[in-house]
Every structure is written in C-alpha cells, then in structure tokens.
Antibody, heavy 122, light 109 residues
Framework: EVQLVESGGGLVQPGRSLRLSCAASGFTFDDYAMHWVRQAPGKGLEWVSGISWNSGSIGYADSVKGRFTISRDNAKNSLYLQMNSLRAEDTALYYC???????????????WGQGTLVTVSS | EIVLTQSPGTLSLSPGERATLSCRASQSVSSSYLAWYQQKPGQAPRLLIYGASSRATGIPDRFSGSGSGTDFTLTISRLEPEDFAVYYCQQYGSSLPLTFGGGTKVEIK
C-alpha cells in the first residue's frame, strides 16, 4: 500500500523558516515525480512545487518562488520542502502527493498524504 | 498560467439525483491533461478521473468525466450519500504552474 506521511509543520513567526518532510513507502520512490500542494483554511487547493524523479526538473508557484526550495532524497524515500521568509499567507495544510509518472508535468496526483499544518503568526 | 473556473460554486441536490459539474480553462488543456478530485471534510483529496475521462482505480462507474480543449464536465449519475463533498479539477499539462479550479461543493438539498 502506498503511504505518504508528512511532518515538520507547526507554528512559526513571520520571516522565519520551516522544513517539511514527506516519508514515502509502498512504491519505488525514485520512479516518480513528487509534489507539494497546500490548502489554506477553508480555501481551495494550490499547487506549491514539484520535482521530477531524478530532481532534473523542478517547478514552483509564483507565490513561493525564491522563498521555498523542494528537494528529494531517493535513498531515503523522502521529499522535502524548505520554506524561508514565511508569511501569514503561507498558513495552510501542506500535502505531499505522488505523481503518476516520472516527469514534473503530464501526470495526475495519486495518492495524497494527510497533510501537515503550517501556521505563520506572531 | 492556465486558469480553471469551476461552476457552480455550490450544487444543492438530493440523493439519487444527477450532478453535473463544469470546469472551464482559460486556454486549451493539451491532450486532455485534466483530472478531477473529491475532497471530504478532514480528508485529503482523492483522485476520481484522469485524462479527462478515465476513472481511477476503485472509483464507481456513476462517476464519469468528459470534455476536451477548454470545457470539461464531471457527472455523477445518481448521487449516493457519500458523494456529498467538494470536487476540484486540475490541469497537469506542460504549462506550469499546474493549476486547480476553485472547487464545487455538492451539498444535500
């Protein structure tokens, strides 16, 4: 069974940093691209960032470009999101999602983890 | 950026009725790289449809997707109690960023 377990969320002050992790199991991690998607309280889904199977292709939403960095460690079956210069508008539940293929685009997301909550507030 | 507009925002229906959800793209979605997800309160989104019309594994056949280009539709033929949820469309073609629609809430009338 494919499992994605996010961790690293919490309460952080504006301007500070946080690193999210996603531990993957039940599939060959280095065969698939991975993504981060967030959902602000009571709002819809927003794609944040994605990374191809070999880290050769990476993409970011304009809202996080220059502040967030996605990475993966295929030896540890793990996905990461380094979030710097956090803002109140980054407050959201952050989901890790497995792509259906190797590339950043052209593939749907399935499945999704349960998410980790990031709250940016002073 | 491809903007996806979902309508209506809320659909109030009774169990057994047919639900028709629309997703319109601001530009053509190449090769029907369009997916639909269902999200229930407190749960992660679940894949329903990919490639505009292919059902994901384990999805009942009362769910169907159609459309191409800029106009896509998710149809639930007969609503079951567990189908009341929020539904999102997503384009995952070559145009980054990958984008989601704003969602349609299907609620019990």
């Amino acid at each position: 069974e494919v499992q994605l377990v996010e961790s690293g969320g919490g309460l952080v002050q504006p301007g500070r940093s946080l690193r999210l992790s996603c531990a993957a199991s039940g599939f060959t991690f280095d065969d698939y691209a991975m993504h981060w998607v967030r959902q602000a309280p009571g709002k819809g889904l927003e794609w944040v960032s994605g990374i191809s199977w070999n880290s050769g292709s990476i993409g970011y939403a304009d809202s996080v470009k220059g502040r967030f960095t996605i990475s993966r460690d295929n030896a540890k079956n793990s996905l990461y999101l380094q979030m710097n210069s956090l803002r109140a508008e980054d407050t959201a539940l952050y989901y890790c999602a497995k792509s259906a293929g190797q590339q950043l685009a052209y593939n749907w997301f399935d499945p999704w983890g349960q998410g980790t909550l990031v709250t940016v507030s002073s | 950026e491809i903007v996806l507009t979902q309508s209506p925002g809320t659909l109030s229906l009774s169990p057994g009725e047919r639900a028709t959800l629309s997703c319109r793209a601001s530009q053509s979605v190449s090769s029907s790289y369009l997916a639909w997800y269902q999200q229930k309160p407190g749960q992660a989104p679940r894949l329903l449809i990919y490639g505009a019309s292919s059902r994901a594994t384990g999805i009942p056949d009362r769910f169907s997707g159609s459309g191409s280009g800029t106009d896509f539709t998710l149809t639930i033929s007969r609503l079951e109690p567990e189908d009341f949820a929020v539904y999102y469309c997503q384009q995952y073609g070559s145009s980054l960023p990958l984008t989601f629609g704003g969602g349609t809430k299907v609620e019990i009338k």
